[in-house]
């Protein structure tokens, strides 16, 4: 290899191969890259070597390298690195006649390994070698040297061009790509309901069900909790150990997202082929989801969160959570997810996320009249509030579809007097929420709403004002039930179609038209069903027998020293029985209250006083069973 050497002060050129010992080295193709190229600006040559001496001035030298320094930017790094370099050019080497008589000597001292003094301003350039035979007073300069290159190597970083947008993008729709499924067809055939996400993540596309659920890996567990025609529903449970308290801040807020949420998962029907007769239409979703985020506000009706849509089979914690919920439950139906034969590998889910209403009313256990009438009565607001609002018909309100939850803990009944001057005559207070109860109706599938105009960045402004679905393309009317309860839950499904075909007419679309008598019949249906409870769990009060004579010895007082401790304990003993007489008579006031109710919904005696759910509670406020801020809470 040739490389050309230029020597400022002799104005000419040499070769290396006509001075084969000369001490000036050069990066060849074969020699290791240094970490930094301007690291070692000068290092002390050995002292019996022949040097030279740099006849540029110390301080002019110092003065023009710190001046233009100081003038350049960060966005001029190449323009300064030339600058240093043209004052390192000006350094006069002395004594270059005299390579070639010291020749011998600077090779075999470069052999030993004394390190001669190089300038390497850029890789892969030639190194200028600069040495002296007295260091002493040339080391300020060199040293300002070392600082000012290194100046210039920490201004030339930040000068780095960028990587090109189209690498950035390229990485980031990598990302995307293992999130998201690459499939323009069946992207656009779900982005009606990818239109209602609350989100960027859940409204760009369908996501890959397991990348999906790895969102929450390591926070919580998951566990199956109920089961429908059109659907199942999970929650999560937070994991042994697992708190707010010993999570980051970043990891803490993810855990509040999904505290106390479910996720009902609902397979939907495919584009063509297999599945496409079967399972829930995108439609119908879309139209469940408009329902979700128009009820929302409404109190009584579930809060929603967000809609997902996912695709493959079941994650390993959703499909053990199913496993086990059918080997230890015995409603679970519906086929198992891990199976081909019940879902293709290419499945797509729709997901709504809310938060967790509670228990289902059907495996509720009750324990008193006071929750049953706060159970029914908490139904009967919510959907008189919504008929007001949207003009609401539920259509498939049996107990599976009512939620409780013990908001706050059971109150003490009271009652207060009627009149003053008569202390016989009391009446018991409206007595809403004594048990503490929270209802929540739930799950939308089959009804009917009128829903605002409005627009969305995603969508354009809504054509259809009411969402409502086909019931006569689901299979519920011509089903026969397996006991007494089943098939009262049959009937009413068929009362119900009977009330909206009122009119000669079998078009389909009567469905969309507002028939609120529906909301009556599904609450004369879950009363009839609430009364059937109280008297199978005997949960209403009976009647106390008269007392006995009583003893002649009661008057005798026992001679033990702890008389006044027992005699507080008889009279903590009497309050009780006063409460308890006090609740049972309260009891039986409420379920009264309910049978009369039930009476008044017996819709084939055509009560023309009722056509709504609405005016059901408008005869409870008049009636005192219930107050008017019930209703407006």
Same mark, same amino acid.
């Given at each position: 290899m040739v490389t050309l050497i230029e020597d400022p002060a002799a104005g000419q050129q040499t070769t290396t191969d006509q001075q084969p010992s000369h001490s000036l080295r050069t990066r060849t193709s074969s020699a290791k890259p240094k970490k930094n190229a301007l690291k070692n600006v000068y290092k002390k040559k050995n002292a019996s070597t022949t040097g030279t001496v740099l006849e540029a001035d110390e301080k002019d030298i110092k003065t023009k390298l710190i001046s233009t320094t100081s003038a350049s930017t960060p966005e001029d790094a190449e323009s300064l690195i030339d600058a240093v370099r043209e004052q390192l050019s000006q350094i006069a080497i002395q004594g270059s006649s005299s390579h070639k008589s010291n020749k011998n000597e600077r090779h075999e001292s470069t052999e030993e390994g004394n390190s001669c003094a190089s300038i390497s301003l850029l890789p892969d350039k030639t190194a200028y070698e600069v040495t002296d035979n007295d260091p002493t007073p040339t080391q300020p300069i060199t040293q300002q040297l070392d600082e000012q290159l290194k100046d210039i190597e920490e201004k030339r970083e930040p000068a780095k061009p960028s990587k090109p947008r189209a690498a950035t993008r390229q990485k980031g729709d990598t990302k995307s790509q293992q999130t998201y499924v690459n499939d323009q067809t069946r992207t656009s055939y779900v982005q009606p309901i990818l239109n209602e996400g609350m989100s960027t993540r859940s409204s760009r596309g369908i996501q890959h069900f397991d990348k999906w659920a790895n969102r929450a890996v390591g926070f919580f567990d998951v566990r199956k909790i109920a089961e429908g025609s059109y659907g199942e529903v999970y929650e999560l449970c937070a994991k042994d150990g697992v708190s707010k308290a010993s999570l980051s801040s970043s990891r803490s807020s993810k855990l509040q997202a999904y505290m106390d949420g479910v996720f009902k998962i609902v397979p939907l029907c495919a584009q063509r082929g297999p599945g496409s007769k079967k399972f829930t239409t995108v439609q119908e979703i879309v139209a469940e989801v408009q329902l979700l985020k128009l009820l929302d506000p409404i109190p009584g009706f579930a809060r929603f969160r967000e809609i997902h849509v996912v695709q493959g089979r079941f994650p390993p914690s959703y499909q053990d959570a199913w496993n086990l919920y059918s080997q230890t439950k015995d409603d679970c139906f519906n086929p198992d997810p891990s199976k081909k034969k019940s879902y293709p590998d290419n499945q797509l889910w729709a997901i709504l996320e809310m938060e967790n209403a509670g228990f289902e009313l059907e495996k509720f256990k009750f324990s008193s009249v006071f929750q049953v009438y706060d159970i029914f009565w908490g139904v009967a607001l919510a959907l008189a509030r919504a008929e007001q609002y949207a003009s609401f018909e539920h259509r498939d309100l049996h107990l599976g579809n009512v939620c409780v939850k013990q908001k706050q803990p059971p109150q003490k009944v009271v009652r207060r007097r009627k009149s003053s001057d008569d202390d016989a005559v009391v009446e018991f207070s409206a007595c809403l929420g004594t048990?503490?109860?929270?209802?929540?109706?739930?799950?939308?599938s089959l009804s009917r709403a009128e829903l605002p105009l409005y627009e969305t960045p995603e969508a354009a402004p809504t054509c259809e004002t009411?969402?409502?679905?086909?019931?006569?393309?689901?299979?519920?009317?011509?089903?026969?039930?397996?006991?007494?309860?089943?098939?009262?839950?049959?009937?009413?499904?068929?009362?119900?179609?009977?009330?909206?075909?009122?009119?000669?007419?079998?078009?389909?679309?009567?469905?969309?038209?507002?028939? !609120?008598?529906?909301?009556?019949?599904?609450?004369?249906?879950?009363?009839?069903?609430?009364?059937?409870?109280?008297?199978?769990?005997?949960?209403?009060?009976?009647?106390?027998?008269?007392?006995?004579?009583?003893?002649?010895?009661? @008057?005798?007082? !026992?001679?033990?020293? @702890?008389?006044?401790?027992?005699?507080?304990? @008889?009279?903590?003993?009497?309050?009780?029985?006063?409460?308890?007489?006090?609740?049972?008579?309260?009891?039986?006031?409420?379920?009264?209250?309910?049978?009369?109710?039930?009476?008044?919904?017996?819709?084939?005696?055509?009560?023309? @006083?009722?056509?709504?759910?609405?005016?059901?509670?408008?005869?409870?406020?008049?009636?005192?069973?219930?107050?008017?801020?019930?209703?407006?809470?």
């Open positions: 048990s503490g109860l929270e209802t929540t109706i739930i799950d939308y009411v969402a409502w679905s086909d019931l006569e393309k689901k299979d519920i009317f011509d089903a026969v039930g397996r006991d007494e309860e089943e098939k009262f839950l049959r009937d009413t499904y068929r009362m119900m179609r009977s009330e909206v075909f009122s009119s000669p007419s079998s078009n389909t679309e009567q469905w969309k038209s507002y028939r !609120p008598r529906t909301n009556l019949i599904w609450l004369s249906f879950i009363l009839t069903t609430l009364v059937n409870k109280c008297h199978s769990e005997k949960l209403v009060p009976t009647h106390r027998q008269p007392l006995g004579q009583r003893s002649a010895n009661s @008057n005798l007082q !026992p001679k033990s020293s @702890n008389t006044k401790a027992k005699q507080a304990k @008889n009279i903590k003993g009497k309050q009780d029985v006063e409460e308890s007489k006090l609740s049972d008579e309260m009891q039986q006031v409420l379920f009264e209250r309910l049978e009369t109710v039930q009476d008044l919904l017996e819709l084939e005696d055509e009560y023309e @006083n009722l056509s709504c759910a609405g005016d059901l509670v408008a005869i409870a406020i008049g009636s005192q069973w219930l107050a008017e801020s019930d209703f407006l809470c």
